[in-house]
C-alpha cells in the first residue's frame, strides 16, 4: 500500500537532478549583480595613458564613492596585432600597485571591461 509520505520518499530517492545554488556570498556573482556607479573607457590609449587614465579615476572614485562598483573597459583585445594589451595591464595594475584601491574585481560577461569594487 502505497501512502503520500513514502512515495514522496520515493521519487526523491529516484535520482532526480538537483541544480546547486550559487551561494550568495559568491564575489564574482555578487560584483556582476551590483548597479554600475560610474566607467572609464580605455579603448584607443597607450598603456602609459591607459595607466594614468586608471590610476586616476580610481583614485577619484575611492574618495568619493567607496564601497560602489565600477566598470573599466578594455575591450578584448581581438584588433591588437600582437594579442591583448589593456587587459593584462588592467589586471597587474589591480592586482599591484593599484590593489590599493580596489576591495575584488573580476572580468564582465564577455571579457572587454573589469568590474571593480572600490575600496
Do not use: C
Request: hydrophobic letters at 40%.
Amino acid at each position: 500500500m502505497w501512502r503520500g509520505r513514502i512515495a514522496g520518499a520515493s521519487l526523491a530517492s529516484m535520482g532526480k537532478r538537483r541544480i546547486p545554488l550559487k551561494g550568495s556570498t559568491d564575489p564574482i556573482d555578487s560584483l556582476l549583480a551590483k548597479p554600475i556607479e560610474a566607467e572609464t573607457d580605455l579603448h584607443g590609449l597607450d598603456a602609459r595613458s591607459a595607466e594614468m587614465k586608471l590610476e586616476s579615476f580610481l583614485q577619484r572614485m575611492a574618495h568619493m564613492k567607496p564601497g560602489t562598483v565600477v566598470r573599466i573597459i578594455t575591450g578584448r583585445g581581438n584588433r591588437s596585432e600582437s594579442g591583448p594589451v589593456l587587459k593584462p595591464l588592467v589586471w597587474d595594475l589591480l592586482d599591484g600597485r593599484l590593489a590599493r584601491h580596489v576591495e575584488r574585481y573580476t572580468m564582465e560577461t564577455g571579457g572587454g571591461a573589469y568590474l571593480i569594487k572600490v575600496r
